[in-house]
């Protein structure tokens, strides 16, 4: 268990600019969920993967937001041309199937600073 | 929709002190409920679940929490703190089995006095 990975750890960037995050689960998590967190707040859910399927979004998920996960693997969360508003921890998570599905694990996370 | 309230912004004690960190959920049925700690530049872990049965839960590093359904609560705690404690401390809820989206509170920031 090498645990959830998130890359970069520190990402600076300017107004306007897109951005792109990655994530590698725990190697037998077939879920898993994009969280940002910003300061002086809990994690707000922004979407989940089960397999390579996309299933939810929630509405903080702007269209400047896409997230894939295209074999069902590692996961990439891009923003395309970031506001200031978008500065925040981006975190990702992953979970087993089965009995431990509500158990998530969380990567370390991403901090975004948009200038 | 859920909501989880985590009254105390901060909260400072001795070490060797017990601990309570609050938490109170709003839903209409019984959620799942989770703590989680959040060191410094480390991931959230999660430190106990409550889904149903016992309301008394133990989990990792000597913690514990009650889910009390007629106080709407889900209060952490520890019998003795120690220092390596001091962390951030995370309440959240989901509305059950199959979901996969957690409802999380602002937070407890615990520091802990040598």
């Known amino acids: 268990d090498t645990g959830v990975s998130q890359d970069p750890r520190h990402k600076i960037t300017k107004r306007g600019q897109n951005v792109t995050f990655r994530c590698d689960p725990i190697?037998?998590?077939?879920?898993l969920y994009w969280y940002r967190q910003t300061l002086g707040q809990g994690p707000e859910f922004l979407t989940y993967f089960q397999n390579e399927a996309q299933l939810e979004k929630s509405r903080l998920l702007s269209d400047r937001f896409s997230a894939e996960r295209p074999k069902g693997s590692f996961s990439t969360l891009e923003i395309q041309r970031t506001e200031q508003g978008d500065s925040a921890m981006y975190l990702c998570a992953s979970s087993s199937p089965g009995r431990e599905r509500e158990k998530l694990f969380f990567g370390s996370g991403t901090q975004l600073s948009v200038l | 929709a859920q909501s989880v309230t985590q009254p105390d912004i901060h909260i400072t004690v001795s070490e060797g002190a017990s601990l309570e960190l609050r938490c109170n959920y709003s839903y209409g049925a019984t959620p799942y409920l989770f703590w989680y700690v959040q060191s410094p530049g480390q991931g959230l872990q999660l430190l106990l679940k409550?889904?149903?049965?016992?309301?008394l839960v133990q989990g990792i590093k000597g913690f514990e929490a009650e889910f009390k359904r007629s106080q709407s609560s889900f209060n952490l705690r520890k019998p003795s703190v120690h220092w390596s404690d001091a962390a951030e401390y995370f309440c959240a809820s989901s509305p059950g089995a199959g979901s996969y989206q957690l409802t999380f509170g602002k937070g407890t920031k615990l520091s802990v006095i040598p």
């Open positions: 190697s037998e998590h077939n879920r």
């Open positions: 409550y889904f149903s049965g016992d309301t």
